[in-house]
C-alpha cells in the first residue's frame, strides 16, 4: 500500500468513525454472514472493523460512479424513522425516485400495477387543477382528496420512475428484506448499509457498519449521493 492511499484510508476511517460507523449489534444478535468484519465487543456491542468498510465503501463509489455515467436510476429505499428524512433528502439532491414509506409488495415485481396506481394520482391532479372535480359533491371531493393525499404519501417517491431502476441502494437490508428480495428476483444489483446482525449474503454490495444511527445513515447516503455526482460529472 502506497503512503498515499494509506493515508487516504485513514482520513475515510476517521471520518466513519466519527459518524459512530464502528457500531455494531449485540453479540447475540450477530448474523454468521457478517462474523469477519467484526473486530472486538464494547459494552455489549460488537465493534466493526472499518478498514473492510473503507473497502466496501469504495467498490461501491466505482459501481455507484459507473450507473452515473451511464445514466442509470439507483433506487434509494429506508423506512425506519432514523432513515426516512435522510434517504429523501439525498435522493431528491440527485434527482432519484425513493421509499420512504413502507415499501409495497409488487414495487418492482408487479410494476405495471403500481404505475397504474401513479397514473391514478396524476389523473385526480390533474382534474383538480382543471376544475374538473367541482362537479363531484363536497363528500366525493373529500374521498378524492384522502385518497390522492394516501397515494402521494405511497408512491410520491417513485412517481417519476417511468422503468425499473438499475439498482437499489437500501438502509437496513434485514428491514427491507421485501424490497431486497423483489430486486434478487429480477436480478437487480441491490447497495445496502448492513449492521452485524444483518443477513449479507445475498447482497450484491453490501456496506457492514452502524444501520441505525441517523449521523451513520447520513455519512453513507451521502457517499453514495457524492459517487453519483462525480460518474454525472465524469459523463460530460
Not at 385518497?147 to 438502509?171: Q, S
Amino acid at each position: 500500500m502506497t503512503e498515499q492511499v494509506k493515508q487516504s484510508n485513514q482520513t475515510n476511517i476517521a471520518g466513519l468513525f466519527s459518524a459512530g460507523a464502528h457500531y455494531g449489534a449485540m453479540r447475540s444478535r450477530r448474523h454468521p454472514s457478517t462474523k469477519k468484519f467484526v473486530f472486538g465487543l464494547k459494552n455489549k456491542l460488537e465493534i466493526i472493523d472499518l478498514e473492510q468498510t473503507v473497502t466496501q465503501v469504495t467498490a461501491v463509489q466505482e459501481f455507484i460512479k459507473s450507473l452515473s455515467a451511464l445514466g442509470k436510476i439507483v433506487l434509494f429505499v429506508g423506512n425506519k424513522n432514523e432513515a426516512r428524512k435522510v434517504i429523501e433528502r439525498g435522493a431528491k439532491s440527485i434527482d432519484m425516485p425513493y421509499v420512504s414509506e413502507r415499501w409495497i409488495g409488487g414495487t418492482l415485481t408487479n410494476f405495471d400495477q403500481i404505475r397504474k396506481r401513479i397514473n391514478r394520482l396524476n389523473d385526480l391532479e390533474a382534474k383538480e387543477a382543471s376544475g374538473e372535480l367541482s362537479v363531484y359533491t363536497k363528500k366525493e371531493r373529500s374521498l378524492i382528496g384522502f385518497e390522492m393525499a394516501d397515494l402521494v404519501r405511497t408512491f410520491g417517491g417513485i412517481r417519476g420512475m417511468e422503468a425499473l431502476p438499475a439498482a437499489l441502494f437500501v438502509i437496513d437490508s434485514e428491514r427491507e428484506k421485501t424490497a431486497v428480495t423483489e430486486a434478487r428476483k429480477l436480478g437487480i444489483p441491490v447497495v445496502a448499509l448492513c449492521n452485524s446482525d444483518c443477513n449479507i449474503s445475498g447482497i450484491d454490495y453490501a456496506i457492514v457498519a452502524n444501520d441505525r444511527s441517523q449521523k451513520s445513515i447520513k455519512h453513507f447516503v451521502q457517499m453514495v449521493v457524492d459517487a453519483y455526482v462525480a460518474g454525472r460529472n465524469a459523463k460530460v
